[in-house]
């Protein structure tokens, strides 16, 4: 028997030109999980993602919107994807407040290279009892390794100039410092991997 948590998120146009397409409206909320519903051909999401902040729609008219779907069935659990960590305390102050469903889960962009997290969110998380799922965590792939000074495949510089022109999130602030943490970590890694086989 298989078994997985179905997870979707909502907010970003997909409609170019029509302004209720986009954003974290109740109309544009309502169409999307429809939308998504249907093409996953199944009657529900174990969890609901407002993928960003759209600075606009007030939180009361998220949270009241999200309550509904879940009262309908539609939706299981809610969760915030890339908000300010005022965001997150004043929607979960107003659920509780409310009586409305709260918020289960917070996905926020977190790694070695990326901790500004752990100043306000986390802490936020851990008082408002709501989980965080990293994403990541590899930092667009810079912790992963290929990006190495002097690699073989081509200037670690000239490769992340190509991320930064995709548009590819993590590269678009690189300045440089990035690749200092990267030296430290592959060489921490060395070391640990020394130790590891002298006490085998």
């Known amino acids: 028997m298989t078994r997985w948590v179905l997870a979707t998120k909502f907010t970003f146009n997909a409609q170019p030109g029509n302004p209720n397409a986009g954003g974290n409206s109740r109309k544009n909320m309502y169409r999307a999980i429809e939308g998504s519903l249907r093409r996953l051909q199944t009657d529900y999401i174990d969890l609901y993602w407002m993928h960003a902040w759209d600075m606009m729609t007030p939180a009361e008219e998220v949270l009241a919107s999200f309550d509904a779907l879940v009262q309908s069935g539609k939706v299981r659990y809610i969760g915030l994807s890339d908000v300010p960590a005022w965001y997150v305390a004043r929607a979960q102050t107003l659920a509780e407040q409310q009586g409305r469903e709260r918020i289960a889960a917070l996905q926020l962009e977190y790694s070695l290279v990326e901790r500004n997290i752990e100043r306000e969110h986390i802490p936020a998380a ?37 991320q930064k022109a995709a548009g590819t999130t993590i590269f678009e602030r690189y300045n440089g410092q990035e690749l200092e943490s990267l030296d430290v970590l592959l060489e ?9 086989r002298k006490s085998r």
């Open 126 to 162: 851990q008082e408002l009892g709501i989980a965080v799922c990293p994403w990541s965590p590899l930092a667009g792939g810079l912790l992963s390794g290929k990006y190495k000074r002097g690699a073989q495949t081509g200037p670690t510089e000239a490769r992340l100039e190509i």
């Open 188 to 196: 921490m890694s060395k070391e640990s991997a020394v130790r590891l």
